[in-house]
């Protein structure tokens, strides 16, 4: 096959989602030249990926803050490139506009249309594991999948002195916490959220077995983690806003278990092979949890849940499909895996 673009824009979860296809790709074309575009929020997902030749990153406000002028120098750079094949993981009709001034004779998408010559019904997406929905983009050329585990390489971090010695003093008893999240630069859903309370609540009963917690999250979760932190004391650690994409993972990998709200995280602790609970509101964990031993989701009963999918999130002014998810059922998931452990 010639040289091939795959294209997913957003958010870092979704693209992490899009790697088992990657790796299905350069299994079935060894020596194909195989890329991607992403956007610069998300491309933390592909950092290190062994299956692909180069990535192409495009500012997240050229995509999402109307300054769609930024796109021309990167599509005429992606034209001279003189792709083969463009897979594009989403239905949305600009992102397949996009792969079609790029040029490429087949062009692989979800919703058929004339900008496609490959289309799938979109409904797979609301019907189907993520990593199960993109893999039909596959099937439609003939290539065969290779399962929806999704790859990732981690990287050490550089430990301050303080993180180190928690690492060394919770060593085999440590429980990571993503207590934020729900935000990217497209869409932000505080709904997602389980709530600080919460998660303090969840920490205390564990903490009566002698763990201790390191806190996960970007500088947008580092407010929310503090206020954690101080109501932990010295069993909890916050490492928000300080590590990469791929020093996160390699943190995760020293827990015993990872509790989150449903956002990248989530992906990234299974993919990382970390025994994880996640709590689901408003989106749904049918689409999104993976059928595996060491991974467990607790999803809302709520009527209205779940009411998140693909689109831009309607608003919720109270979220009570995180009310119906209480300490003990989240507890009760965390005592089995770590039994299991």
Not at 231 to 247: I, K, M, T, V
Not at 276 to 303: D, K, M, N, Y
């Amino acid at each position: 096959m010639d040289a091939i673009l795959l294209i997913k824009t957003h958010a870092l979860g979704d693209v992490l989602l899009t790697t088992p296809a990657i790796r299905a790709l350069r299994k079935r074309f060894p020596e194909a030249k195989i890329c991607y575009l992403t956007s610069r929020w998300a491309s933390g997902a592909l950092a290190g990926n062994p299956y692909l030749d180069d990535l192409f990153i495009v500012d997240d406000d050229a995509l999402f803050g109307g300054r769609y002028y930024k796109l021309v120098p990167l599509l005429l750079r992606l034209r001279k490139q003189r792709f083969g094949t463009i897979i594009v993981f989403s239905a949305s009709r600009f992102v397949h506009f996009l792969a079609w001034c790029i040029g490429a004779p087949v062009r692989a998408g979800f919703d058929p249309g004339p900008l496609l010559t490959h289309g799938v019904e979109s409904a797979v997406l609301q019907r189907d594991y993520a990593p199960a929905a993109y893999n039909t983009l596959l099937h439609a050329l003939s290539v065969p999948d290779d399962g929806t585990l999704p790859d990732f390489r981690t990287r050490e971090p550089v430990c301050s002195p303080e993180l180190r010695r928690f690492l060394e003093r919770y060593r085999g008893r440590m429980i990571g916490l993503f207590c934020g999240g729900g935000r990217n630069p497209r869409d932000t859903v505080s709904a997602k959220q389980w709530g600080k309370e919460n998660f303090i609540a969840l920490a205390e009963r564990l903490r009566e077995q002698g763990y201790g917690f390191l806190l996960f999250g970007s500088r947008h979760d580092a407010a929310l983690n503090r206020e954690i932190a101080e109501r932990l004391g010295d069993s909890a650690f916050d490492g928000s806003g300080q590590h990469e994409f791929a020093e996160t993972g390699h943190l995760m990998k020293q827990c015993r278990l990872f509790v989150t709200n449903d956002s990248a995280p989530f992906h990234l602790a299974y993919a990382v092979g970390v025994p994880t609970v996640c709590i689901f509101g408003p989106s749904s964990a049918a689409l999104l949890a993976p059928e595996l031993p060491f991974c467990s989701a607790v999803q809302s009963g709520a009527e209205c849940s779940p009411c998140y999918g693909n689109a831009l999130f309607h608003g919720c002014s109270r979220p009570v499909c995180m009310e119906t998810i209480t300490v003990d059922m989240v507890y009760n998931e965390c005592f089995t895996l770590l039994a299991a452990a």
